[in-house]
């Protein structure tokens, strides 16, 4: 059972540019978080989506940070017109639908460096 | 709300000697609280996790933890520690009516030879 893949695994933009990242779950997960994870941070919550649903984004920023979760195909993490400050490494996670605790499984992260 | 502190930045100890990390939390209601191990340039890799029962969780790789509800702890232990047992650990905490994870801001362990 293939663990929880995102690509790319390092992506380099320059500023202003966009930057799409990319998550699929586990096989049978439903559920899909993202996480980023500032220099010597801890991970925060983003986002949490179920298929065509955003549930919570209450750890998005407002501007500029979109993600989707269609009904065919990974969990899109977009980021518009980036800035330095936007360098961090990013996780998804996934758990299985009707899990009574929950455990999130992580995927390998993106590690977004701009420029 | 919920928060966890990990207390120490970095864990030595001497191959073969036990290893101890550090975690306390803060929430709500009953915690669900989890230990991830993320290895350098890796995703986090998910060792074990207190939900209800029993005080003491065994989980991967010959680690434990122990959840003690009066002090508000969840220390993870390793009677032995090996070399190969050197990276980050970070703590988790979930309140039952929510699904966000709150992590530590992590421990760096050492295991020197």
């Known amino acids: 059972n293939a663990g929880v893949m995102q690509n790319p695994r390092h992506l380099v933009r320059r500023r202003g540019q966009e930057a799409r990242l990319r998550c699929s779950p586990m096989?049978?997960?439903?559920?899909v978080y993202w996480y980023r994870q500032l220099p010597e941070e801890g991970l925060k919550f983003m986002v949490y989506l179920q298929k065509e649903n955003i549930i919570d984004e209450s750890g998005m920023p407002k501007e500029r940070f979109s993600a989707e979760f269609p009904k065919e195909g990974p969990s899109i993490l977009r980021i518009q017109q980036v800035v330095r400050g936007d360098s961090a490494a990013y996780f998804c996670a996934s758990s299985p639908r009707g899990s009574t605790d929950g455990t999130q499984y992580f995927g390998p992260g993106t590690r977004l460096t701009v420029l | 709300a919920q928060s966890v502190a990990q207390p120490e930045d970095q864990v030595n100890v001497a191959e073969g000697n036990p290893l101890t990390v550090k975690c306390t939390y803060s929430v709500s209601g009953n915690p669900y609280l989890f230990w991830y191990v993320q290895y350098p340039n890796r995703g986090l890799q998910f060792l074990l996790k207190?939900?209800?029962?029993?005080?003491l969780v065994k989980g991967s790789y010959g680690f434990e933890a122990e959840f003690n509800k009066s002090q508000t702890s969840f220390h993870l232990k390793k009677p032995s520690a090996l070399v190969s047992d050197s990276a980050l650990y970070f703590c988790a905490v979930r309140d039952p009516s929510d699904y966000k994870l709150s992590f530590g801001a992590g421990t760096t362990v050492t295991v020197r030879a």
């Open positions: 207190y939900i209800t029962g029993d005080n």
């Open positions: 096989k049978g997960h439903s559920h």
